[in-house]
């Protein structure tokens, strides 16, 4: 008999479906899906560290010990609503995921929240801003971690002021993030007696070239100069301020800075800069234990909040799983939330914390400063601690959220 | 102070020289893409992954080797240029009997997996290139304080563009470029490797985005995403200009650096659209664009 190269390839192929096919006779995993920015301009505060990370908790928590067996599905969302929400619901129909995690980009993680919902499944959002997931958008399959739009408002933009930054003036990225970061933390400068001097609305995405903006900025004579931005676009935003010296005569506040665009900028051009986390690698043992676990799979690269949020996430999750045991949680997504909301958390990257009853995950929110280069004493030392919000002042609270889910 | 429009006269004069600086890199960068286009016909879409990749280039030149900013300014347009060379070699040459389309998809794949293997590799956030120590500091113009690294950055772009222009129109290697492009045949005849010369042409165009490229690492983020930003505006520069337009390139690229400045100051929001409002308006009354010859 003579095999033809199409035959060969075919059974070839065929024959390596068959392990797969053992295992789903078996017993029926776990499986999350961590559906992150793969490709674009947030991969490098979701991407493969967030999956790092995901892995990094199934292993921390003994899935495999505890008889839970555990499968991670990646998928990359391309920051497109569709494409994300698409995902997600081929996740959920045709490949049994149960949880979601990461979906960095506040208007994909919203309408993947909506198909979680919809599908009863578990959403734990850890790289989107902002905070309708637990406001007006809130579901009971929806868990919000690691921080969002009045965290760090609260944080950053209160601190600001408490310390002499009264004038404000916004460059904000023409997008609804860029505008609800910009109105969350005009709220708190006037609520501290600071002013508002006026804003710029810049393209988005598309825009390279911020020094106009900046001297804008700078002509008002504002003390702090505000970027409602994320990503390359702030990254390019305090490169051109320390070039053109803006950076001398104002203030900036990145609203939403990551480790990573710090890493990017270098300590050259951060230093001074003001920012929120609620996370960083180097707080206390825990984090750097767990950091090291994690490290040789990230490529260097040191957990941002988003991405530990990842691990946290899965860690409280798992739990609940362990509580109400494989068959429940995959039963009923917004059972295994509830479980997940009646126990308190513990992980090694945010500590012991809670689960609100509008999905926002409490942890402090602690306010950091880019150490100038003479200070860093090691690869990736880039914080100064300058102040701790406790967990149950850093978010908004409950009553001001209008989540469905809470009787007013 | 006196006031234009209701803008303060010195915030004006700022714009208008920024808009002057981005102009000098829309030019670079479409002078490269017009003599391509202009002696291949290749509509070039990989020109933005070349002008990230010259910046790239810089980047792992100055932290693998320790070769600073003024070795990697001719170094580093010159290995992207080989790269280019290989390029046409390889694949591009392939393609010059058929469509213009097909040279348009072949190189847009291309930049889609130029920026996806750096992406792979360095990540999305870009990398720190400090501005060299010579160029650093600003110096103040009464109206605004200009970083000296601009005012190089506007000073190299024109002379390149003049150096470029003069080499197409005025030099004996211009003319025989711009005779192969006519009839390759002919010059073919009179014993000239035109292959040779066309791999060389684009090898050259591809080099002058590497050298862009350097120019911008210092005040752009060097990330794979860099060059994608800018493509578009110049694929609208050059049409203005009139493809293939070498001229055309250069007056189009610093004329739309200064509209795209003023509009950032009047209407923030538009500034990314002003220029296609232009490409619409010029191709309405002039199809071949200002400075093109019609068809």
């Known amino acids: 008999m003579t095999l033809t190269r199409r035959e060969l390839l075919g059974t070839a192929a065929a024959t390596s479906l068959l392990p797969l096919a053992r295992a789903r006779a078996a017993d029926t995993p776990i499986k999350i899906g961590v559906l992150g920015d793969m490709s674009g301009m947030y991969r490098d505060l979701s991407g493969p560290v967030s999956v790092a990370c995901a892995k990094q908790a199934i292993v921390d928590f003994g899935a495999a010990a505890k008889g839970i067996p555990v499968e991670i599905l990646v998928g990359d969302h391309q920051n497109k609503p569709d494409i994300g929400a698409g995902i997600a619901g081929q996740w959920f129909d045709r490949d049994g995921v149960d949880l979601v995690v990461d979906v960095p980009n506040s208007s994909v993680a919203l309408a993947v929240s909506n198909v979680g919902h919809l599908k009863n499944k578990v959403v734990i959002a850890c790289g989107p801003g902002t905070a309708d997931l637990t406001g007006p958008q809130c579901t009971p399959n929806t868990i919000h971690w690691s921080f969002d739009t009045w965290m760090l408002a609260h944080s950053t933009g209160g601190a600001m002021v408490k310390t002499g930054g009264d004038t404000w003036f916004f460059i904000t990225a023409d997008y609804a993030f860029g505008h609800a970061m910009q109105r969350d933390t005009a709220n708190f400068v006037k609520e501290a007696g600071g002013k508002v001097l006026g804003n710029v609305d810049t393209p988005f995405p598309g825009t390279t070239d911020f020094s106009s903006f900046l001297l804008q900025a700078q002509s008002t004579g504002a003390k702090v100069i505000g970027l409602a931005n994320a990503g390359s676009d702030t990254v390019n935003c305090i490169k051109q301020a320390a070039e053109f010296g803006v950076n001398k005569s104002a203030r900036l506040a990145g609203l939403l800075v990551f480790i990573s665009d710090i890493h990017a900028l270098g300590l050259q051009n951060a230093q001074g800069l003001v920012l929120t986390e609620t996370f960083y690698w180097d707080m206390n043992d825990r984090t750097r234990a767990f950091t090291q676990r994690v490290l040789p799979n990230t490529g260097g690269a040191r957990p941002g909040m988003g991405q530990a949020g990842v691990y946290g996430g899965i860690i409280q999750y798992l739990k609940a799983v362990e509580k109400l045991g494989i068959a429940a949680a995959k039963a009923s997504g917004a059972a295994t939330v509830a479980q997940m909301k009646a126990m308190p958390t513990d992980d090694d990257a945010f500590g012991p914390g809670s689960i609100r009853a509008d999905g926002r995950a409490l942890h402090p929110a602690y306010l950091f400063q880019v150490k100038a280069p003479s200070e860093s004493k090691a690869p990736w030392d880039y914080y100064k601690l300058l102040a701790t919000t406790p967990a149950d002042e850093a978010f908004r609270p409950l009553k001001d959220g209008h989540c469905p889910l809470i009787p007013a | ?295």
């Open chain 2, 1 to 295: 102070m006196f006031s234009i429009f209701g803008v303060p006269a010195p915030l004006l004069f700022g714009q208008l020289l920024l808009g002057l600086i981005n102009g000098g890199f829309y030019a670079m960068l479409s002078l490269g893409l017009a003599v391509i286009f202009g002696m291949l016909n290749i509509i070039n879409f990989a020109h933005g992954a070349m002008f990230m990749m010259g910046a790239f280039v810089a980047w792992m030149l100055l932290n693998y080797l320790g070769i600073n900013y003024w070795f990697a300014l001719p170094l580093a347009p010159l290995i992207v240029g080989v790269f280019g060379f290989v390029l046409e070699k390889t694949i591009i040459s392939r393609l010059y009997k058929l469509d213009h389309l097909y040279g348009l998809l072949l190189t847009f794949g291309l930049a889609l997996v130029l920026e996806g293997l750096f992406r792979n590799g360095y990540g999305s956030s870009g990398m720190p290139y400090q501005i060299p120590a010579l160029l650093g500091g600003a110096v103040n113009l009464g109206f605004m304080f200009l970083p000296i690294y601009r005012g190089w950055v506007i000073v190299v772009a024109l002379v390149v563009c003049i150096a470029t222009w003069m080499l197409i129109e005025k030099t004996k290697l211009g003319s025989l470029l711009r005779a192969a492009t006519e009839n390759p045949a002919l010059v073919q005849a009179f014993g000239v490797n035109v292959p040779r010369l066309v791999t060389l042409t684009f090898a050259g165009g591809v080099a002058l985005a590497a050298f862009a490229g350097v120019l911008a690492a210092p005040i752009y983020s060097v990330n794979p995403n860099m060059g994608s930003n800018f493509i578009n505006t110049v694929f609208a520069v050059v049409v203005i200009g009139g493809m293939g337009s070498i001229f055309g390139a250069i007056v189009s690229g610093f004329g739309l650096g200064v509209i795209e400045g003023l509009t950032k100051v009047f209407y923030p929001q538009a500034s990314d659209t002003v220029i296609f409002v232009v490409m619409v308006l010029v191709l309405l009354t002039r199809p071949a664009g200002l400075f093109g010859k019609a068809a």
